[in-house]
């Protein structure tokens, strides 16, 4: 498996503009995570999914963030319209469920998010 | 909801010294907790985790001690090398039959080892 993968790796978008990122998990994985990491705050859990249902979405910042899970291969987090505090790196991830004891995080690479 | 809490925010040693980084959490129910370790411009992988049943896990140079009653714990890295340069995260969840699986992250430590 060619692991978590996210695209764009990098998005530099004028403010107001709408923002879509995307992810893929590994294949088996339930478990969907989007994160936010900055340096003042770390990884911030934003929502997550198992089976495609999303589950907690309490760290959603906004209105203006929304995400969806269509299929079990497929993610997007959108940000609509975008602001300059938005700017980020966004991290999805992936896993089994926890009831084998193999929970740990697969991450993707990330999208540098830069709004101007 | 669970709060997790990271000290020190960085933290430089040098080659061959040890290094640790302490976490509390504030949910008592919280019953896994891994680290994480993010190299310059990559993605945060796994290094160790623990879980509630059990208070210290070793794996090489790495070691995580875990004190329920004080609700932190705490990553011991000895021999520390340039390659251990990194930032670490500490994170807690509560997981109950497959439940959930909700991470909370710390806010990360900065380490440098000086050669």
């Known amino acids: 498996d060619a692991g978590v993968i996210q695209s764009p790796r990098h998005e530099v978008t004028e403010m107001g503009q709408e923002v879509t990122l995307r992810c893929k998990p590994i294949?088996?994985?339930?478990?969907l995570f989007w994160y936010r990491q900055t340096m003042m705050r770390g990884l911030e859990l934003l929502i997550y999914?198992?089976?495609?249902?999303?589950?907690?979405d309490s760290g959603m910042p906004e209105d203006r963030f929304s995400a969806k899970m269509p299929n079990a291969s497929f993610s997007t987090l959108k940000i609509q319209p975008s602001e300059p505090r938005d700017s980020a790196v966004y991290f999805c991830?992936?896993?089994?469920?926890?009831?084998?004891?193999?929970?740990?995080?697969?991450f993707g690479s990330g999208t540098q998010l830069s709004v101007l | 909801g669970e709060n997790v809490e990271q000290h020190p925010s960085t933290l430089s040693v040098q080659e061959g010294d040890s290094a640790v980084i302490k976490c509390t959490y504030s949910?008592?129910?919280?019953?896994?907790f891994p680290w994480y370790k993010q190299e310059l411009g990559k993605r945060p992988q796994l290094i160790i985790d623990?879980?509630?049943?059990?208070g210290e896990k070793k794996d090489q140079r790495i070691a995580v001690t875990l004190n329920k009653t004080a609700k932190h714990f705490s990553l011991h890295i000895t021999e520390t090398q340039p390659e251990d340069s990194a930032v670490y995260f500490c994170?807690?969840?509560?997981?109950?039959?497959?439940?959930?699986?909700?991470?909370?992250f710390g806010t990360g430590t900065l380490l440098a080892v000086q050669p």
């Open positions: 991830a992936s896993s089994l469920p926890p009831t084998g004891g193999d929970e740990k995080l697969f």
């Open positions: 999914f198992n089976n495609n249902v999303p589950i907690d």
């Open positions: 623990i879980r509630s049943n059990v």
């Open positions: 949910d008592s129910a919280s019953n896994y």
């Open positions: 994170a807690a969840s509560m997981n109950y039959g497959g439940a959930t699986n909700k991470l909370i």
């Open positions: 294949s088996g994985h339930d478990y």
